[in-house]
């Protein structure tokens, strides 16, 4: 199978994804990634059902993953035989949106996961003095954040970002006493120190 990026949102696709989608004789995503890449699927799309059984789906099918495949995406379902395509991800969004250098992040997933794992990581990067990318979970959003940095003694810039590329699409910045409060479900983390 071909795992395809199809960037955070509209408009980010690469061209690699463009062609490899355009070129697909079956391609397979969820109901939003089919919709982002849907001006260059030329054959039949089909929603997945079962993301743990994508190893059954034909060798060449295309997998379309939101983001980018290989955080917090499908390209963890990706074999050493199967090809990987990037996509624009919301990390590289928000830090060209927030001016923030990636090489100064660690980067952390909760999302779609038991986001103690992630706040133990958290905690640990931010005594470490990284600034953040996190994609956040229900129970450890904005405000959760706000709290842990509070516990640990850290003033920081939290900014999210959220529905990156659609024309709603939202940036703000708030502080450890004042964090901003998010609108919708696809959004982004964001502490900068």
Not at 87 to 101: E, K, L, Y
Not at 139 to 146: I, L, Q
Request: hydrophobic content about 45%; some cysteine.
């Amino acid at each position: 199978m071909i795992v395809v990026g199809v960037g955070v949102g509209p408009k980010m696709l690469t061209q690699e994804a463009i062609e490899v989608i355009s070129n697909a004789p079956v391609v397979y995503g969820s109901k939003r990634s089919i919709e982002i890449a849907e001006e260059f699927i030329k054959c039949e799309a089909h929603l997945i059902k079962d993301y743990k059984n994508l190893h059954l789906l034909p060798e060449d099918a295309v997998i379309l993953s939101t983001g980018d495949p290989m955080f917090s995406g499908l390209g963890k379902f990706a074999t050493e035989k199967d090809r990987i395509v990037t996509g624009v991800s919301s990390i590289q969004a928000a830090c060209a949106r927030f001016h923030v250098d990636m090489s100064t992040l660690a980067m952390i997933t909760a999302h779609g996961r038991d986001p103690a794992p992630a706040k133990e990581a958290f905690i640990r990067e931010i005594g470490l003095g990284k600034n953040i990318f996190l994609l956040p979970a229900d129970s450890f959003g904005p405000r959760e954040v706000a709290a842990v940095l509070q516990d640990v003694g850290v003033d920081a810039r939290i900014c999210i970002y959220e529905d990156i590329g659609y024309p709603y699409e939202r940036a703000v910045c708030g502080t450890v006493a004042e964090p901003p409060e998010n609108n919708s479900d696809m959004y982004c983390i964001v502490i900068v120190r």
